[in-house]
C-alpha cells in the first residue's frame, strides 16, 4: 500500500492540473479551432477506464512519472501549451501508446484482439501502429539457454530483489534473506511442455509480492538438476558475497534460509528418493514397508536424520546423487520446508474426506450422511465472509476441491458440519488434526503451543492407525509427526507455505499464448 499512495497533496494538485489542461483545450478550441486529432485524444483519455496497474509494470515507469489516483502514470513534462494553441510536446499520442502498451497484457488481451483494436484506433486518424507487436515493443529475439530437451533463461537474482524494493518501502534490516520455491507447471492439456521456474520471496517482507529468478521450459522436467541450478547457484554466491546497492543504501543477501517445494520437487533438488520410495523420509530413519501395494511408515520412533548426516550421506538408501545446492552451505535436511499446502491440505484432509466416501467399511459414511452434510456446506454459502476466497461445494465433488477449499474445510467448516454425524472416533480423530494445525498455523498461538500441537499431531497419527488401518499411513501422514520442527524454526506455517506460489504460476501460464517458443 506504501508503494501505490502518494499524498493526497501531490493527488489534489495532479488532478488539478489535469483538469485545468482539459480546460485549457476546451477553451482554445472554442477560439482557435484546435486540430481535430487532439481533440480525439483528448477525448479518448478521459474514457480509459481507471485500472490498477500491475505493480512491476509500475515500477518500470516510477522514475519518469508520477501516479494519480486511477493507478495510471503521468510524465513530469506535461504538455504546456502556447497562447497560440501550439503545443510544446512533439507527440501528444505518447502516453496514449504507452497506456495501450501496459494495458493489454495486464488484462491478458489476445494479440488478434488487440491488432482489431489498433486498426479501429488508425481509422480515426490517430497516430499509432497497426500491429500490436510493434506497439508492445516485443523483441525479435531472446537469448536462452539448451538444457537437455528444454531451454533456460536467467533473469538474475539481484535484478529480482531490486524489482521488488522499487515498490515496497525500505526494510527494516539491511539484511534479506530469500525464500525460494521450485515447482513444475503444465502448460497444455493436449502437450507434454511444462515449465519449471524458480520463484522467491523475501523473509523480511512477509506481505511482498513474488518474484522470478530463473524459468525453464521443456517437455518434461530438467534432465540434470547441476545444469538447472547451474546459473542460480553461481550468481546467488556472487550476490550472497558482494551485497547489493539500492537507493543509495547497502543490502547483504543471506542464503536462502527455507526451500518451500513439495515433495517430488525436494526430492529432485536433493538428489534423495521420491516419496514412494522406502527411505524417502527426509526427517527420520525410518525404513518403509509395503503393505497392499504402497510404502507405509507406522513407526513414530525412528531416529531423526540430521543436516551432518545428509552431508556424510550416513544412509545411502536414501541417496541416489550428491545436490549441487551443497555447494551453498545450507541445512539440506533443516532448510527444506514440509509444505503444509500439499502435505496437510492436499494430502491428509483430502485423504480422510475420501477414506470416509469410498474407504474401507469400518470407516466409510452412508450416502445419507453425506447428503446432509453436504447440504449443510450449501447452506453456509450465503452467510461466508467475503475473506474466504472460494464458497464450500458438495462432499462429493472433493475431487475437484482445491488446497484452500480443503484448508477452510480443515479449520472452519468440518468441526462444525461433521459434528454429530461423523462417527465419535472419527470425529475426535478429525479434531486432532484439526487443532493443531489451527495452533501451527496461527502467529499468536504457534510460538507458546507449539508443543502442544505436536503431541497432538502424534496422538493423531497413532489413532489414524487403528482407525483406519497402517496400510493408509503413507509418506504424507507420516511427515506430520514431523511438522512442528518447522515451526520452531521459521514461524508460523502460514508464512512458509506453497499458496503465494501457486498463485504466480496462474499468472505465468496466462502468458504463454502459444505451444510455439513459450519461453520466450
Known sequence: MDYYGCSRTKRRRIKAKAAEHLQMLEDLHAKNQVSSNLECVTELNSQIPSEQWDTQTQACWSESGQESDSGMFFSDSSEELNLDGSAERTNPFNDLKRKLAYW???????????????????????DLPRDPRTLLSTLTTCDVNDIGDGSYYHFRVSNAIISLLSHESDPSTDTLTLCVNIDGLPLFRSSKMELWP?????????????IIIGLYAGPTKPNSVEDYLYDFIKDLKVVTNEGLHYNGKHYNIALPDAFICDAPARAFLKCTKGHSGYNSCERCTEHGIRMDNKVVFPDLKAP??????????????????????????????????????HLVCLGNVRKLVSLWIKGPLR???????????????????????????????FLMEYGQWKATEFRQFLLYMGPAVLQGRLPTRLYNNFMLLSVAMRILLSPAL?????????????????????????EHVVYNTHNLIHLADDERKFGALDSVSCFPFENYLGTLKRLVRRPQNPLQ
Not at 493489454?104 to 490517430?126: C, D, F, G, K
Not at 452434510?373 to 461466508?384: E, G
Open 104 to 126: 493489454a497484457p495486464n488484462h491478458n488481451i489476445s494479440q488478434s484482439a488487440l491488432s482489431e483494436l489498433l486498426h479501429i484506433l488508425v481509422q480515426s486518424e490517430l
Open 198 to 210: 524458480i520463484l522467491a520471496k523475501i523473509e523480511e517482507l512477509p506481505r511482498s509480492n513474488v
Open 304 to 341: 531423526v536424520r540430521t543436516d551432518e548426516q545428509f552431508t556424510d550421506m550416513i544412509d545411502e538408501e536414501h541417496h541416489h546423487g550428491v545436490s549441487p545446492l551443497q555447494e551453498l552451505g545450507i541445512g539440506m535436511v533443516s532448510s527444506f520446508v514440509l509444505d503444509c499446502m
Open 363 to 393: 470407516c466409510r459414511i452412508s450416502a445419507t450422511t453425506m447428503s446432509i452434510i453436504s447440504n449443510h456446506l450449501k447452506s453456509i454459502r450465503k452467510h461466508l465472509p467475503s475473506n474466504f476466497s472460494r464458497k464450500p461445494r
Open 446 to 470: 504457534c510460538s507458546e503451543y507449539c508443543d502442544y500441537a505436536d503431541k497432538l499431531l502424534k496422538c493423531y497419527v497413532t489413532n489414524f492407525v487403528k482407525i483406519y488401518g497402517s
